[in-house]
């Protein structure tokens, strides 16, 4: 994602690339990495930032990484982008306090790209209609945490949209967590499988008809436009913003 994002910013006519940090590729010029047409240099630490005089910072790492990073930022007066999912909801509101204090802003989205956010719309807007709900999220077997934030956004938002949903008639469990796991009530399912990028798919179900939204990234480059939407907006919305809904106006 890292190296992605790099050339999605390069190429971007109106942004200019100045800074990568990343300690497992300290060292290396990004040309070697596929970002060709620039003669940065990968750092190790988020000092470079601020001799690069970044403006936005783009976070995708892992949680650990991300919280130290962030602080940085909200200390800096350096706006942030993040995709970094496993964050607490503890540690968000305390990032919300961070960067409420006027210095910077931030955007934190489970998924940056547009079609998952509609998906998790269309989903929060059929819930009321439906009896019962289940997600399954599919990610590549390199993902970390489970389930994925987009899944865990997702679960949450259609239990919040009802609070009428049948009861689970499983009474006998042949395999521990074969009904996967609960968010504010509603069954998870995450698959990790090598080949794939990241899926989702959203059932719902009542009496004779079932309703089902899926979305599919085959490709890293689809979470790019988010991103990029993300980096123009960060600096005029202020504080701590969660999702791209409120960048996308829905």
Request: net charge negative; with cysteine; glycine share 12%.
């Given at each position: 994602?890292?190296?992605?994002?790099?050339r999605a910013v390069h190429d971007a006519p109106d942004m200019e690339?100045?800074?990568a940090v990343d300690p497992h590729h300290a060292g290396i010029d990004l040309h070697q990495l596929g970002v060709h047409g620039t003669q940065i240099q990968v750092a190790a630490k988020p000092s470079a930032l601020a001799d690069a005089d970044v403006e936005v910072a783009v976070d995708f790492t892992v949680a650990d990484a991300a919280r130290d990073n962030l602080r940085w930022c909200a200390a800096e007066g350096?706006?942030?982008?993040?995709?970094?999912?496993?964050?607490?909801?503890?540690?968000?509101?305390?990032?919300?306090?961070m960067f409420g204090r006027g210095r910077a802003n931030a955007v934190i989205a489970p998924n940056f790209a547009i079609g998952a956010v509609l998906m998790i719309r269309f989903a929060e807007l059929a819930a009321p209609y439906f009896e019962s709900a289940e997600v399954i999220e599919l990610h590549h077997d390199q993902k970390a945490d489970a389930p994925s934030g987009t899944a865990m956004t997702t679960a949450q938002r259609i239990a919040a949209a009802s609070k009428e949903w049948a009861e689970d008639p499983t009474r006998t469990v042949a395999a521990e967590g074969a009904?996967?796991?609960l968010v504010d009530g509603i069954p998870v399912h995450s698959v990790r499988l090598r080949g794939i990028v990241a899926h989702q798919e959203v059932l719902l179900g009542t009496t004779g008809q079932s309703l089902s939204i899926r979305h599919?990234?085959?490709d890293r480059a689809s979470f790019m436009p988010g991103?990029?939407?993300?980096?123009?907006?960060?600096r005029e919305t202020p504080g701590l913003t969660v999702g791209l809904d409120q960048l996308l106006g829905l």
């Open positions: 994602m890292g190296s992605t994002v790099c690339l100045v800074a350096v706006h942030a982008v993040v995709g970094t999912t496993g964050l607490a909801e503890e540690e968000v509101l305390d990032l919300a306090e009904r996967g796991g599919d990234s085959y991103v990029l939407l993300a980096v123009r907006k960060v």
